[in-house]
């Protein structure tokens, strides 16, 4: 798989967080709760490395076998999905455009591809 080069990246370490339209409950079962315009989550957007590898610890126990790096190079968690994996709501999410959703996931392959240990995995 080739990993694209980008114009630019996101400073600091974030991890990519897609769009949601609706929310999810604790069995991450669809709710009638439908995310509106302005509301968090409703624009794809990052949080900060560490609050990512805390959802992803809930994940892994859940689902083992993918990494935390490869979660957030195939798009990161919902923003509904990471309301049930951190307990809460994310605390450092920010929106962004499509973008620079696109080159965070393409800085992270780069990472990973740089440090010997990128896998389709």
Known sequence: MPIHECPHCICGRRAPVQRSDFMLDANGQRTETRLKVGDPGFVAGSITWEEHEKA??????????????????????????????LGRRPETWSPMGNEEA?????????????????TDR
């Open 102 to 118: 696109r080159a965070a996931v393409c800085k992270l392959a780069r990472e990973q591809q740089a440090a010997g240990t990128y």
């Open 56 to 85: 992803w610890a809930d994940y892994d126990r859940r689902y083992p076998g993918q990494s935390a790096q490869r979660t957030a190079e195939r798009g990161g968690f919902s923003y509904s999905e990471l309301v049930i994996y």
